[in-house]
């Protein structure tokens, strides 16, 4: 099982620049998060789906949409990029909303220049 | 604003001696967790306590929960080398949402 994946690992882009991070979860989780990572600071939550169909914002959404094409797939964009969205980008996924663990991928490393 | 707040920000010991971290939090929580992470990887679960529960073991770890204090500490008993990472709490709160703390570095030196 591969578990959480995520794609691209590395990126840079210029300021105003988009794209989008892919997420993928091969373990049937109902639940699916995103997380920002930045030097000296835990993880804080950027978007969050407690199951198919629906998505809500966390502690820091400004800058970012998500869509949650499906059950296995989770994917985080960036409209137009800003310097301060420099940071790690993980991803991660439960089994249901609250109450059990979750299963982080690697890490997307993400510059904006 | 982050939920939980380690303390201490990083920790230096020796192979075989006790690492103890400790959490704080401010609002009511349904459940606290603790998480590792090693340079440059993801997370990785390490132990869930519930908020109806005061201790909880797992391996070499010890984790304990005081509600009252609003406060959670990770004991690491007899630490290895491979012990070296990051450590994070993270408290879920009403709504399910899972807020971390800023983590506590631990160095194992061999």
């Known amino acids: 099982n591969a578990g959480v994946t995520q794609t691209p690992k590395f990126q840079v882009l210029k300021t105003g620049q988009s794209m989008t991070l892919q997420c993928a979860q091969d373990?049937?989780?109902?639940?699916m998060y995103w997380y920002r990572q930045d030097p000296g600071m835990g993880l804080r939550l950027i978007y969050y789906?407690?199951?198919?169909?629906?998505?809500d914002k966390g502690e820091v959404p400004n800058g970012y949409n998500v869509s949650r094409l499906n059950k296995r797939e989770f994917s985080l964009r960036l409209e137009s990029a800003a310097p301060s969205q420099t940071s790690v980008y993980f991803c991660?996924?439960?089994?249901?909303?609250?109450?059990?663990?979750?299963?982080f991928g690697q890490g997307t490393r993400l510059t904006v220049v | 604003s982050q939920q939980g707040e380690e303390d201490p920000q990083a920790l230096s010991i020796q192979e075989g001696e006790n690492a103890t971290m400790n959490c704080s939090y401010k609002?009511?929580?349904?459940?606290l967790q603790w998480y590792r992470q090693n340079s440059g990887r993801g997370l990785v679960h390490l132990i869930l306590?519930?908020?109806?529960?005061r201790e909880k073991h797992s391996g070499r770890l010890r984790v304990t929960l005081d509600t009252s204090k609003k406060s959670s500490s990770l004991l690491i008993t007899a630490s290895r080398a491979a012990d070296t990472a990051s450590y994070f709490c993270a408290t879920e709160n009403e709504g399910f949402k899972t807020i971390f703390g800023a983590g506590t570095r631990l160095f194992v030196k061999a």
């Open positions: 991660a996924s439960s089994v249901i909303p609250g109450g059990t663990e979750a299963f």
């Open positions: 373990m049937n989780h109902n639940s």
């Open positions: 609002t009511s929580i349904n459940n």
């Open positions: 306590i519930r908020s109806n529960e």
């Open positions: 789906s407690a199951s198919e169909g629906t998505t």
